[in-house]
């Protein structure tokens, strides 16, 4: 027994040896791990400071104005620490304000992150209304309305509201920013801009109340509030005197809104004209390229070709391709196409191959020579085939010229850029309109609704032009019903909804769609709109009231349909 308690006692020790090691071994190995993760906590802590550091820079230089500057610190920062919220959103606002493709993918990073704020949502709502991604700015806009929304969110869903066609709802949302701020001038500018552009007298009587308010202030609305009153149509004699007080007094002085002065002295005192050119003329002839660009322009929109020509001789003109522009402009309204001609061909002219051929296509068209026409518009077109912008002018200035077959291959061409498609589609259903082509004119507004399905005035529209061909009546007619009643103050979706029902022979539910609170003024509505009108009355036998209105409308500004609606007025004469 003794025995076996002495080899115990001697086993016990190596025992404990081992034990203790083994902890030994424990303890070293977690005091490792552990400074590998302080190691590696206080590397990515340095790394997170270093990026804040040069975020902050960033934001500095941004402030500064000094954009790539501010890029660089951005970019640093964003390597150092992917996921800086103070990077990331620094970037986001500099790359919307640069205008660069990347402001989107930055700012849907931002929303992931947990520190991402209400003006965080709001600048993006902002920039996605910009670019016209509606689908997106409802889902960011809709959670900042719940609650208790503030101004910008307000002055936000007045936008999105207008740009996807709901104008009652933007009325409705510039209201309630205009009461909850009433010392805002942003939101009460705003709800301005939205009730100048209504067919309502009240509300365009609103509007003007509301911009003379604003332009008796100093304040940066008021440059911008008086250039609107210039604009507004039917002013008193007492608004222009007003008016040309307020716009002689804004400084700093520049050429559009002395031109605007101008216009209105020329209202006032229409007898006095070769006296306002001259002025204009002596204080802007000399100015900065730019201003003497835009005096040639405003001569020419007021028919003073001849002031253009004398004042821009073409020695000066060629200094600037703008202002020779100008003066070719003059030379067509003169009808002066042989001086065309001599200019173009001259070896110092350094106009676009592309502008060149647009000038000749127009020379021949006007000459009665179809096929040089043609040849010309043809090689313009191709001249201008890998630039969008080039495209642009082509397309703008062949329809500008009638020449409906040219801008129609140019628009379509230039619909090939994904980011002028919008802008080349509605040019084709612009030129169809006037052409009176209205299966081409459905064709490009299929495809701008496709494009933009969350936009009501898309879908209208469309839905307007395959009921003026009786396709799909039944569908375009529930279509417009749907419009209708959703925004009852939409005075086009209640024509498309009447022009359904005709279709569908059923007179009375077609004239019950111009049943309003308020009389509808006829004079001031789309001709279009006066033949479907005209076409309910007279399919409900109320025809003195229907020559009324037909007597209203010029029938060249209607396509063959819509003259077709009123033709039985011609039996009734």
């Known amino acids: 027994m003794e025995g076996l308690n002495r080899e115990k006692a001697r086993r016990e020790p190596r025992h404990l040896g081992r034990k203790n090691r083994g902890k030994q071994w424990f303890l070293i190995s977690a005091g490792l791990l552990l400074l590998v993760i302080l190691a590696t906590t206080t590397y990515h802590w340095f790394k997170t400071k270093r990026a804040e550091r040069f975020a902050t820079a960033g934001d500095a230089f941004f402030a500064a104005d000094k954009w790539n500057d501010a890029a660089v610190q951005y970019r640093v920062a964003l390597q150092?620490?992917?996921?800086?919220?103070?990077?990331?959103?620094?970037?986001?606002r500099l790359a919307t304000k640069a205008d660069r493709p990347e402001a989107l993918e930055l700012w849907q990073k931002v929303q992931t992150l947990p520190q991402c704020t209400d003006r965080d949502r709001q600048d993006y709502a902002d920039l996605l209304i910009k670019t016209n991604r509606l689908n997106l700015a409802e889902k960011v806009i809709d959670p900042l309305l719940k609650g208790n929304p503030d101004t910008r969110t307000l002055q936000l869903a007045a936008r999105y509201s207008k740009k996807i066609g709901n104008y009652v709802k933007a009325v409705e949302y510039a209201r309630i920013a205009s009461k909850r701020a009433p010392d805002e001038e942003a939101a009460r500018f705003q709800l301005a801009e939205l009730l100048a552009q209504s067919m309502d007298a009240a509300e365009q009587a609103e509007a003007?109340?509301?911009?003379w308010d604003l332009a008796a202030k100093p304040s940066v609305y008021k440059k911008p509030a008086v250039e609107a009153l210039a604009a507004a149509p039917e002013l008193t004699t007492d608004e222009r005197n007003r008016l040309l007080q307020e716009l002689s007094a804004l400084t700093p002085k520049n050429i559009k809104d002395d031109l605007l002065a101008a216009d209105m002295r020329f209202q006032l005192h229409r007898d006095e004209g070769p006296r306002i050119y001259q002025e204009a003329i002596n204080d802007w002839g000399n100015g900065q390229p730019q201003e003497v660009v835009d005096l040639a322009r405003w001569l020419n929109a007021h028919q003073q070709a001849e002031l253009v020509l004398s004042t821009f001789p073409i020695e000066r003109a060629l200094e600037d391709n703008q202002l020779l522009l100008g003066r070719l402009d003059a030379l067509a309204t003169l009808q002066r196409?042989?001086?065309?001609?001599?200019?173009?061909n001259r070896s110092d002219v350094t106009l676009d191959p592309s502008v060149i051929e647009s000038f000749r296509a127009r020379t021949a068209q006007e000459r009665s020579a179809i096929l040089d026409a043609e040849v010309h518009w043809n090689h313009a077109i191709s001249l201008a085939g890998t630039d969008p912008y080039k495209l642009r002018f082509v397309a703008n200035f062949a329809e500008q010229s009638r020449a409906t077959a040219a801008a129609l291959k140019a628009y379509e061409q230039l619909a090939r850029f994904p980011e002028q498609a919008d802008l080349a589609y509605?040019?084709?259903q612009r030129v169809s309109q006037k052409s009176g082509e209205t299966t081409t004119q459905r064709t490009?507004?299929?495809?701008i609704s496709a494009?933009?399905?969350d936009d009501p005035n898309a879908t209208d529209q469309l839905a307007y032009l395959n009921l003026l061909l009786s396709e799909d009546v039944d569908k375009n007619l529930a279509v417009a019903k749907k419009l209708a009643e959703q925004y009852p103050n939409r005075l086009s979706y209640r024509v498309t909804a009447a022009l359904g029902y005709l279709r569908q022979h059923d007179p009375a539910s077609a004239l019950a769609q111009f049943n309003a609170p308020a009389p509808?003024?006829?004079?001031?509505t789309l001709p279009a709109w006066r033949a479907v009108y005209a076409a309910a009355l007279l399919a409900s036998d109320r025809n003195e009231e229907a020559r009324d209105i037909i007597k209203?409308?010029?029938?060249?500004?209607?396509?063959?349909?819509?003259?077709?609606l009123i033709e039985p007025s011609q039996e009734s004469k």
Do not use: C, F
């Open 80 to 92: 150092l620490d992917p996921a800086s919220y103070h990077g990331l959103s620094g970037a986001a």
């Open 208 to 211: 003007r109340k509301l911009l």
């Open 337 to 344: 196409w042989n001086d065309i001609d001599d200019v173009l």
């Open 426 to 428: 509605r040019g084709t």
């Open 444 to 447: 490009a507004m299929s495809k």
């Open 451 to 453: 494009r933009s399905p």
């Open 520 to 524: 509808i003024d006829w004079r001031r």
């Open 552 to 564: 209203t409308i010029p029938r060249d500004r209607l396509n063959p349909q819509e003259r077709e």
